[in-house]
């Protein structure tokens, strides 16, 4: 072997050891994603239990954004640690058939729940209040929606918008972004 070939070898197997994992669904799969039963009155709950906001991502195989998440931003060592800590995840598959009950007690196959709740993009994430209504459907009751992939900083600030429960006051997600951005600089 010419010297190049053994460093370019020895390159590829000195890979990040955080590259995003495939499961069998061909989604991406990490420590901090929950596998339920997928009763999401059920994870509020034990969200709720933990101190933890429900957060339910819509992924798809194949998807490049989601990749780009899972290999880019996710593993962010601050980005990360915000979700361990606050989040409990549960993954649905955009185009799955692993059974899916909405809080208002519907239960459908994962691409009819999707379907249902109008969701057209992967990744999407969906945040949710500490209470949710019993009537409710999850693409309603949801306080925040990041449909799609976004840069680092978006994901950080809308990770912690949620938690500081920004959505209750006056200052929108745009206004909040731009203001951290802004002390970002300074």
């Known amino acids: 072997?010419?010297?190049?070939?053994?460093?370019?070898?020895?390159?590829?197997?000195?890979?990040?050891?955080?590259?995003?994992?495939?499961?069998?669904?061909?989604?991406?799969?990490?420590?901090?994603?929950?596998?339920?039963?997928?009763?999401?009155?059920?994870?509020?709950?034990?969200?709720?239990?933990?101190g933890k906001r429900l957060m339910v991502m819509i992924e798809q195989r194949g998807c490049i954004y989601c990749k780009k998440m899972h290999e880019d931003v996710f593993p962010v060592p601050e980005i990360e640690a915000l979700i361990e800590e606050n989040y409990f995840v549960v993954q649905i598959n955009m185009f799955g058939d692993v059974e899916v009950t909405d809080f208002d007690g519907t239960a459908l196959p994962e691409k009819e729940m999707v379907r249902k709740w109008g969701m057209l993009f992967t990744p999407t994430i969906l945040f949710f209040p500490e209470e949710v209504t019993e009537d409710a459907i999850a693409s309603q009751a949801a306080v925040?929606?990041?449909?799609?992939?976004?840069?680092?900083?978006?994901?950080?600030?809308?990770?912690?918008?949620?938690?500081?429960?920004?959505?209750?006051?006056?200052?929108s997600f745009q206004k909040y972004h731009a203001r951290k951005i802004n002390e970002r600089r300074n």
């Open 144 to 171: 925040a929606v990041m449909p799609g992939a976004f840069a680092k900083g978006t994901t950080h600030d809308m990770l912690t918008w949620v938690i500081e429960k920004g959505y209750e006051g006056d200052e």
């Open 1 to 50: 072997m010419t010297r190049l070939m053994v460093v370019l070898v020895a390159a590829l197997f000195a890979l990040p050891g955080w590259a995003a994992t495939l499961g069998d669904d061909g989604l991406h799969k990490t420590d901090w994603q929950r596998d339920t039963f997928k009763d999401l009155a059920e994870d509020l709950a034990e969200a709720n239990a933990e």
